[in-house]
């Protein structure tokens, strides 16, 4: 029956098991069943990334599959070319499987000696933990690389979730509203009215109707135009300052003598301290 999970290997493993000549063998024909179960064709042994056109696909072990200690087979999948490396060392089997298109790859390790007990017979008694090694070929050596192409193509070709707005988002905590802003508008990433006091907006927008920004401005309305000078003792001559420049004072307005007004009393720093008599002109 087709939905039985090992559905086709005695028959993959009758067509090689006259050419098994070590347990890294029985390893690599397990992997092939694999991809073959899962529509890869073999095209043949070797690593050249390159398609003539002519490659005849087929879902046997080609001549000469385990010629070398390692291994080397070409596979087809959706009509793009699949490199399967299998590297000897240390008594462990590493599997590599390269799409040629991006040289993505998956891997896998295999302990040899762990993993295949008997050169033939049933599969239970030649790879008893066949069906841990048959999870772990699916999710780390194929489907990490055939659906990593799938869902690359999905988030390109989208629905275009990812330019939803940020309110779009039902996980998304609000923010909270900026003064003046009705919480109950739809859209809190507008800018506030233009009416709303904020300090600086003129430095930050130049066509921000009214508005005052970090350089004091002497001719506007909380400024006493006449006189630029205040909050300088004696104040500045007519003139000092330029019409429509911008003047930052040297003292804080409104502190200077205003004319018909008794002048402040000098500072007490200004005034010697008790018992201090300066001879130093005697």
Same mark, same amino acid.
């Given at each position: 029956?087709?939905?039985?999970?090992?559905?086709?290997?005695?028959?993959?493993?009758?067509?090689?098991?006259?050419?098994?000549?070590?347990?890294?063998?029985?390893?690599?024909?397990?992997?092939?069943?694999?991809?073959?179960?899962?529509?890869?064709?073999?095209?043949?042994?070797?690593?050249?990334?390159?398609?003539?056109?002519?490659?005849?696909?087929?879902?046997?072990?080609?001549?000469?599959?385990?010629?070398?200690?390692?291994?080397?087979?070409?596979?087809?999948?959706?009509?793009?070319?699949?490199?399967?490396?299998?590297?000897?060392?240390?008594?462990?089997?590493?599997?590599?499987?390269?799409?040629?298109?991006?040289?993505?790859?998956?891997?896998?390790?295999?302990?040899?000696?762990?993993?295949?007990?008997?050169?033939?017979?049933?599969?239970?008694?030649?790879?008893?933990?066949?069906?841990?090694?048959?999870?772990?070929?699916?999710?780390?050596?194929?489907?990490?690389?055939?659906?990593?192409?799938?869902?690359?193509?999905?988030?390109?070709?989208?629905?275009?979730?990812?330019?939803?707005?940020?309110?779009?988002?039902?996980?998304?905590?609000?923010?909270? =509203?900026? +003064? $003046?802003?009705? %919480?109950?508008?739809? *859209?809190?990433?507008? #800018? @506030? /009215?233009?009416?709303?006091?904020?300090?600086?907006?003129?430095?930050?927008?130049?066509?921000?109707?009214?508005?005052?920004?970090?350089?004091?401005?002497?001719?506007?309305?909380?400024?006493?135009?006449?006189?630029?000078?205040?909050?300088?003792?004696?104040?500045?001559?007519?003139?000092?300052?330029?019409?429509?420049?911008?003047?930052?004072?040297?003292?804080?307005?409104?502190?200077? =003598?205003? +004319? $018909?007004?008794? %002048?402040?009393?000098? *500072?007490?720093?200004? #005034? @010697? /301290?008790?018992?201090?008599?300066?001879?130093?002109?005697?």
């Amino acid at each position: 029956m087709a939905s039985d999970p090992l559905f086709g290997w005695d028959l993959t493993f009758r067509t090689v098991e006259k050419d098994v000549k070590r347990k890294s063998d029985i390893i690599i024909a397990f992997i092939h069943w694999n991809l073959t179960k899962r529509g890869f064709r073999n095209i043949g042994v070797g690593d050249e990334r390159t398609l003539s056109g002519d490659e005849v696909k087929s879902e046997v072990l080609p001549t000469g599959w385990n010629d070398n200690e390692n291994y080397t087979l070409r596979y087809l999948f959706d009509e793009k070319l699949y490199i399967l490396h299998g590297l000897n060392t240390d008594g462990n089997l590493i599997l590599n499987l390269m799409r040629s298109e991006d040289l993505a790859v998956s891997n896998v390790v295999v302990k040899i000696e762990d993993t295949v007990k008997e050169m033939s017979g049933p599969i239970d008694k030649m790879l008893p933990s066949h069906k841990d090694l048959m999870y772990n070929v699916k999710r780390d050596l194929i489907d990490t690389l055939t659906e990593r192409s799938t869902t690359t193509i999905h988030t390109q070709t989208g629905d275009g979730s990812s330019n939803r707005r940020p309110s779009d988002d039902p996980l998304r905590v609000p923010p909270r =509203p900026m +003064p $003046g802003v009705n %919480p109950d508008t739809r *859209d809190l990433w507008e #800018l @506030p /009215p233009a009416n709303l006091p904020n300090i600086g907006r003129s430095d930050l927008d130049p066509f921000a109707p009214g508005g005052g920004g970090m350089i004091f401005n002497p001719f506007g309305p909380r400024r006493d135009i006449e006189n630029p000078g205040l909050g300088i003792p004696g104040g500045l001559p007519r003139g000092a300052v330029p019409p429509g420049a911008r003047f930052d004072p040297f003292g804080p307005p409104g502190v200077g =003598p205003l +004319p $018909g007004r008794r %002048p402040p009393p000098p *500072d007490a720093d200004h #005034l @010697p /301290p008790p018992g201090f008599n300066d001879n130093m002109f005697l």
